[in-house]
């Protein structure tokens, strides 16, 4: 299986076409909600991968879970992907997804070659808190 070298929810993760940089903005560590149910902002989840030798040319699927505070899945998220280089980045785009509860929710991330099951055991995870916080009326 691949090396995994970077799993990040952020707001923003874009590709410069020009030069092929990729910038991160804002990594998301928590998010603040002023009423349940309510929904997620946009977000980006951006991760690298890095193929060994001999995974030059796989079909892979990468993975994306979300999961709430009671282990739910809110949304699943399926990318194919080919290894035709070393590397392989991938930004997957989330927007308005209902979020029912507040509590630790956490993103999963798996890769398996096409064709084959996904692991059990996740190769990432990143923790999400979500408050509810009161708007306060002017």
């Not at 560590?29 to 977000?43: D, K, R």
């Not at 979300?66 to 282990?71: G, I, M, T, V, Y």
């Not at 280089?85 to 070659?113: C, D, W, Y």
Request: hydrophobic share 45%; aromatic share 6%; net charge neutral.
């Amino acid at each position: 299986m691949p090396r995994l070298l970077l799993f990040a929810p952020c707001q923003l993760g874009i590709i410069d076409s020009a030069t092929s940089v990729l910038s991160i903005i804002n990594l998301i560590e928590a998010v603040n909600l002023g009423q349940l149910p309510g929904a997620l902002p946009e977000i980006s989840i951006v991760s690298i991968w890095r193929r060994y030798d001999e995974e030059l040319d796989a079909s892979m699927v990468q993975k994306v879970v979300l999961l709430d505070s009671d282990r739910q899945v809110l949304i699943s998220i399926e990318t194919p992907f080919l290894f035709e280089r070393m590397g392989h980045r991938i930004i997957n785009r989330i927007g308005s997804l209902p979020i029912t509860r507040a509590g630790a929710h956490e993103f999963q991330l798996f890769v398996k070659r096409q064709g084959s099951d996904y692991p059990s055991a996740p190769s990432a995870s990143y923790p999400l808190l979500v408050q509810q916080v009161p708007q306060v009326r002017t």
